[in-house]
């Protein structure tokens, strides 16, 4: 126990060092989801509008409905800003790199209440991840001070319309992915 006034000194400063908001530190993190955790969820819900397959995980606040309009409104945004044609939602879309991306009603989006351990490229704990094998999205409602519910969900698109998983051409959809209110510029994967 004689560290554990350094250590908290320590956390302290970090969380002085990295984040606006010493809450940020200590939000909630959820279990590992990877790839078999979502594979073994139940999408048997579909957006409005672009038909994307969702499951809702029972923790999450915002209602049902909410959700599945969200996800769609966000969606016909960042496709607006990024590729000037939401329409694009509805076909498979050829990438610059030559990769083809399916309609939005073949992704699967697991919405779950906080963030989560992950794999992902250089972070352990994630708001949202694209599984680009798969074509499946997780994406947290909270857990970021400031950043607003669901704040990650179009910069996981933009991981799912090019933007490399080490966001080496994150600079290419910076204009159309981030939510207004959040600050933050490493939260995200
Ligand atoms: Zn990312």
Redesign the pocket.
């Known amino acids: 126990m004689r560290y554990l006034p350094i250590t908290l000194a320590a956390i302290f400063m970090f969380s002085l060092a990295s984040c606006d908001s010493v809450e940020e530190l200590f939000a909630p993190v959820d279990p590992l989801i990877d790839r078999e955790v979502v594979e073994s969820q139940d999408f048997n819900l579909t957006t409005p509008f672009y038909g994307m397959q969702v499951a809702i995980d029972s923790g999450v606040d915002a209602g049902t409905e909410r959700v599945l309009d969200l996800l769609d409104n966000r969606a016909e945004q960042f496709l607006n800003c990024q590729f000037g044609d939401s329409q694009i939602g509805f076909e498979d879309f050829l990438l610059d790199n030559d990769v083809l991306v399916p309609p939005l009603e073949d992704l699967r989006v697991y919405v779950v209440p906080n963030r989560f351990e992950c794999e ?1 490229v250089g972070r352990e704990v994630c708001g949202g991840i ?1 599984f680009s094998d798969i074509d499946a999205i997780v994406v947290s409602e909270g857990g970021f001070e400031g950043c607003g519910e669901f704040s990650v969900w179009k ?2 698109l ?2 799912r319309y090019g ?1 490399e ?1 080490d ?1 080496s051409n ?1 600079s290419d959809f910076n204009a159309c992915i981030n939510t207004d209110r959040c600050g933050f510029g490493d939260i ?2």
Do not use: C, I, K, L
């Open positions: 992902a694209y910069h996981e933009g991981h933007m998983a966001h994150q995200f994967d």
